[in-house]
Nanobody
Framework: VQLQASGGGLVQARESLRLSCTAS????????MGWFRQAPGKEREFVAA????????FYSDAVKGRFTISTDNAKNTVYLQMNSLKAEDTAVYFC????????????WGQGTQVTVSS
């Protein structure tokens, strides 16, 4: 299983970005797909997840109402639409996958840097 993340960049506060993560070797429609982030000097934290079988979504309190996770099954890709970005959203963002909505994520992408200037 390979996950290829892209879409990071440098934006100003209150702007938007969309991250993409394309999977190979696993169908996103049959997986739990997640986004995590890690800021300098901090632990990696959960951002959002989507259950591919029924599109149920989960969000951390820090991003709820600003970020939206979605999938495109035809492209086997998961997206993270990030609106109203804040300086504290600056981090390396990772996509991850697991075969069910329980257990650990067992596949990780390489990370994409998001930097928000205030």
């Amino acid at each position: 299983v390979q996950l290829q993340a892209s879409g990071g960049g440098l934006v100003q506060a209150r702007e938007s970005l969309r991250l993409s993560c394309t999977a190979s070797g696993r169908s996103v429609s049959r997986s739990m797909m997640g986004w995590f982030r890690q800021a300098p000097g901090k632990e990696r934290e959960f951002v959002a997840a989507i259950r591919g079988t029924d599109y149920i979504t989960f969000y951390s309190d820090a991003v709820k109402g600003r970020f939206t996770i979605s999938t495109d099954n035809a492209k086997n890709t998961v997206y993270l639409q990030m609106n109203s970005l804040k300086a504290e959203d600056t981090a390396v963002y990772f996509c991850a996958a697991k075969p069910a909505d329980y257990g650990r994520y067992d596949s990780w992408g390489q990370g994409t840097q998001v930097t928000v200037s205030s």
